[in-house]
């Protein structure tokens, strides 16, 4: 489904962070990508989603080359595949956990049936992330855990086919971490939504199917 070829990423400074680095992720599977502090697990993660160039090499997405993308084709394309969730989560501290997950949807305009339909899903989502006990609060009532939850519906909402997630468990402990890995698993599984997830936590990519580890700039 998403292709890199032979990418290569230099930082002025830092020399070359990813070298000729090759990755494969196929419709519906679970890659963890390990690499200690630095060692380009975020550039990657950047890369594939459009949000950074690499300096030479080859993006396929389902088929179609897509490092010729401008700017706002390269917005359609995180907006109608990809999902994010990072360290962080990036709510809006003046809405409601449900504004916050309705968001996305402002990127383009639905119909009032359209919208209907998008609420029944996430009210779906909701359930399955186990907050939906939460969605009339803001995010200054809930724990860092369940707003990091918050996040993974809102990555949901446009039914992406491949979800990136940067260190999603990183300001997380353990328990809510372990519980943010078995979601994101159980949503992998259920929806067949693929799975890209660079972590330095060895807990964390012991949970997808797949594993391998950013050295020296390649994947091994
Ligand atoms: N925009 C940038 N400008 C200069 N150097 C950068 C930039 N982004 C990342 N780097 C450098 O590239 C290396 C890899 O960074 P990063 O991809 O964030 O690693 P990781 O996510 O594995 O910690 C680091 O040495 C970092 O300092
Ligand atoms: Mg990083």
């Given at each position: 489904?998403?292709?890199?070829?032979?990418?290569?990423?230099?930082?002025?400074?830092?020399?070359?962070?990813?070298?000729?680095?090759?990755?494969?992720?196929?419709?519906?599977?679970?890659?963890?990508?390990?690499?200690?502090?630095?060692?380009?697990?975020?550039?990657?993660?950047?890369?594939?989603?459009?949000?950074?160039?690499?300096?030479?090499?080859?993006?396929?997405?389902q088929g179609n080359s897509i490092l010729g993308y401008d700017s706002s084709e390269a917005a359609e394309y995180r907006n109608r595949n990809i999902g994010f969730v990072f360290q962080d989560h990036l709510l809006l501290n003046h809405l409601t956990v449900k504004e916050n997950i309705m968001l996305p949807l402002l990127a383009s305009p639905l119909s009032d049936d359209d919208y209907g339909i998008k609420e029944k899903y996430v009210d779906i989502l909701l359930d399955k992330i186990r907050i939906t006990n939460l969605k009339d609060k803001f995010p200054f009532q809930i724990s860092g855990g369940e707003a990091q939850r918050v996040t993974l519906v809102r990555a949901l909402v446009?039914?992406?086919?491949?979800?990136?997630?940067?260190?999603?468990?990183?300001?997380?402990?353990?328990?809510n971490a372990n519980l943010l890995g078995r979601l994101l698993r159980e949503i992998n599984e259920e929806y067949g939504i693929a799975l890209l997830v660079v972590t330095h936590s060895e807990d964390l990519a012991s949970m997808m199917r797949n594993h391998l580890r950013l050295s020296e700039g390649k994947l091994v």
């Amino acid at each position: 489904m998403l292709i890199l070829e032979n990418i290569s990423k230099s930082y002025a400074g830092r020399g070359k962070v990813l070298d000729e680095l090759n990755l494969h992720i196929e419709k519906g599977e679970s890659l963890a990508v390990t690499g200690p502090s630095g060692s380009g697990k975020s550039t990657l993660l950047n890369i594939a989603g459009l949000m950074d160039r690499p300096d030479s090499g080859k993006i396929k997405f389902q088929g179609n080359s897509i490092l010729g993308y401008d700017s706002s084709e390269a917005a359609e394309y995180r907006n109608r595949n990809i999902g994010f969730v990072f360290q962080d989560h990036l709510l809006l501290n003046h809405l409601t956990v449900k504004e916050n997950i309705m968001l996305p949807l402002l990127a383009s305009p639905l119909s009032d049936d359209d919208y209907g339909i998008k609420e029944k899903y996430v009210d779906i989502l909701l359930d399955k992330i186990r907050i939906t006990n939460l969605k009339d609060k803001f995010p200054f009532q809930i724990s860092g855990g369940e707003a990091q939850r918050v996040t993974l519906v809102r990555a949901l909402v446009n039914r992406p086919s491949l979800l990136l997630a940067d260190e999603p468990t990183g300001s997380l402990d353990q328990k809510n971490a372990n519980l943010l890995g078995r979601l994101l698993r159980e949503i992998n599984e259920e929806y067949g939504i693929a799975l890209l997830v660079v972590t330095h936590s060895e807990d964390l990519a012991s949970m997808m199917r797949n594993h391998l580890r950013l050295s020296e700039g390649k994947l091994v």
